[in-house]
T-cell receptor
Framework: GAVVSQHPSRVICKSGTSVKIECRSLDFQATTMFWYRQFPKQSLMLMATSNEGSKATYEQGVEKDKFLINHASLTLSTLTVTSAHPEDSSFYIC?????????????FGPGTRLTVL | SQQGEEDPQALSIQEGENATMNCSYKTSINNLQWYRQNSGRGLVHLILIRSNEREKHSGRLRVTLDTSKKSSSLLITASRAADTASYFCATERPGANSKLTFGKGITLSVRP
């Protein structure tokens, strides 16, 4: 199996609030999870790589204090968008490495649509 | 930075026809992967081809890889309306710790 879930699927919040998004691998253990964001009709941009039990590695240009990532277990990683602003509105997708396809394959969650008013 | 570049950007075909999508990349790779994304949804992994492989099949999908030309193609045979989606190629570079770099995607429309 290789199912990855995300929660919530959609969230609307006011500017200045923080939002937490969960990513879970349901039927396999994922030592590495990835967080992406996607703007409408555009490609996925990698934000950070999350390894279980260690600090996340952020891509250039991604503010680590803005996007807090925690990977506390082999099946759960969380992304917290702190003090969200309208420009943070986007589609956030996580992926987990492993499952039936082996370590080369990333399995993606269904995504979380964040709208900041 | 953008690694994969797919072409065409948009493709519209009739149900039953074959769809061919191409992807070019710039650097050496460990593997290349193709994903499908339905509108507003997550990505579905379709197929992975390693740098030492030239062709792979999976059901109605056929993927080729030409490392000398740094290009790959995805062929969907006997297309169906349900194949309508965006398709992305993604490359994993050596030493990248499984990080994938995605292309801009191709929008495929299959007319019933």
């Amino acid at each position: 199996g290789a199912v990855v879930s995300q929660h919530p699927s959609r969230v609307i919040c006011k500017s200045g609030t923080s939002v937490k998004i969960e990513c879970r691998s349901l039927d396999f253990q994922a030592t590495t999870m990835f967080w992406y964001r996607q703007f409408p009709k555009q490609s996925l941009m990698l934000m950070a790589t999350s390894n279980e039990g260690s600090k996340a590695t952020y891509e250039q240009g991604v503010e680590k204090d803005k996007f807090l990532i925690n990977h506390a277990s082999l099946t759960l990683s969380t992304l917290t968008v702190t003090s969200a602003h309208p420009e943070d509105s986007s589609f956030y997708i996580c992926s987990a490495r492993g499952g039936d396809g082996g370590l080369d394959t990333q399995y993606f969650g269904p995504g979380t649509r964040l709208t900041v008013l | 930075s953008q690694q994969g570049e797919e072409d065409p950007q948009a493709l519209s075909i009739q149900e039953g026809e074959n769809a061919t999508m191409n992807c070019s990349y710039k650097t050496s790779i460990n593997n290349l992967q193709w994903y499908r994304q339905n509108s507003g949804r997550g990505l579905v992994h379709l197929i992975l081809i390693r740098s030492n492989e030239r062709e792979k099949h999976s059901g109605r999908l056929r993927v080729t890889l030409d490392t000398s030309k740094k290009s790959s193609s995805l062929l969907i045979t006997a297309s169906r309306a349900a194949d309508t989606a965006s398709y992305f190629c993604a490359t994993e570079r050596p030493g990248a710790n499984s990080k994938l770099t995605f292309g801009k995607g191709i929008t495929l429309s299959v007319r019933p």
